[in-house]
């Protein structure tokens, strides 16, 4: 049971790129969260997904897309990337929308350069 | 909105002594849940502890509990017999119990917590 990961673990691009974070979880669980960490901040909400099949926008969702690909899986996309985008990302899950605690990835390092 | 305000950017203990982190929080909702994560340097987030709004009582793990102050909107977190695996980022959390906001977790900036040996 790997609980909730994340891919890559590090990752440099540079501006005008693009690239997909990968997230999956293997607890079964219906609901899925893309946060990201900037320094001397908590964590801000980027999209989530309440269910299979439906996503929303959270707190900070400019520049990104999501796809709730399965029950398992849900990626967030960077279209064209910029320097602001630098931060670490989490993927988190829970077992519903309502449910009491979210469940945490490791992280992925981004740098835009 | 709801926000949540962490004042002590940095704290730090003597190994086996007790530290409180502060936190205080703003919101018109009657009914949410407030929570202290922990995030060593490994980034994982841990889930320390958690209080539900309705409930007077202090939520309390094992060296971990909560003074939770409905009223004045503060939620402090203090940790007994301090250790030094206890050093980490500690970030309090809110979210709300209505169904529609239930998704967000709003956090604060954290308090980063070093322990001396």
Not at chain 1, 36 to 61: F, N
Not at chain 2, 37 to 42: H, I, L, V
Not at chain 2, 47 to 58: G, P, T
Not at chain 2, 59 to 84: G, H, M, P
Request: glycine share 6%; charged share 15%; net charge positive.
């Amino acid at each position: 049971n790997a609980g909730v990961t994340q891919t890559p673990k590090f990752q440099v691009l540079k501006t005008g790129q693009s690239m997909t974070l990968q997230c999956a979880q293997d607890m079964n669980h219906n609901s899925m969260y893309w946060y990201r960490q900037d320094p001397g901040m908590g964590l801000r909400l980027i999209y989530y997904s309440a269910s299979e099949g439906t996503t929303d926008k959270g707190e900070v969702p400019n520049g990104y897309n999501v796809s709730r690909l399965n029950k398992r899986e849900f990626s967030l996309r960077l279209e064209s990337a910029a320097p602001s985008q630098t931060s670490v990302y989490f993927c988190a899950s829970s077992p519903g929308p309502v449910s009491y605690e979210q469940y945490f990835g490791p992280g992925t390092r981004l740098t835009v350069t | 909105a709801q926000t949540v305000t962490q004042s002590q950017p940095e704290m730090s203990v003597q190994e086996a002594e007790t530290v409180t982190l502060s936190c205080t929080y703003d919101t018109s909702e009657s009914d949410y849940y407030l929570f202290w994560y922990k995030q060593p340097p490994s980034r994982q987030m841990i889930l320390v502890i958690r209080q539900e709004a309705y409930k007077q009582q202090n939520a309390t793990e094992n060296r971990f509990s909560v003074n939770f102050q409905k009223a004045a909107k503060s939620f402090s977190l203090k940790i007994s017999d301090s250790q030094l695996g206890d050093a980490a980022m500690y970030f309090c959390a809110y979210r709300s119990a209505m169904i529609q906001g239930a998704q967000k977790l709003v956090f604060g900036q954290g308090t980063r917590l070093t322990i001396n040996p």
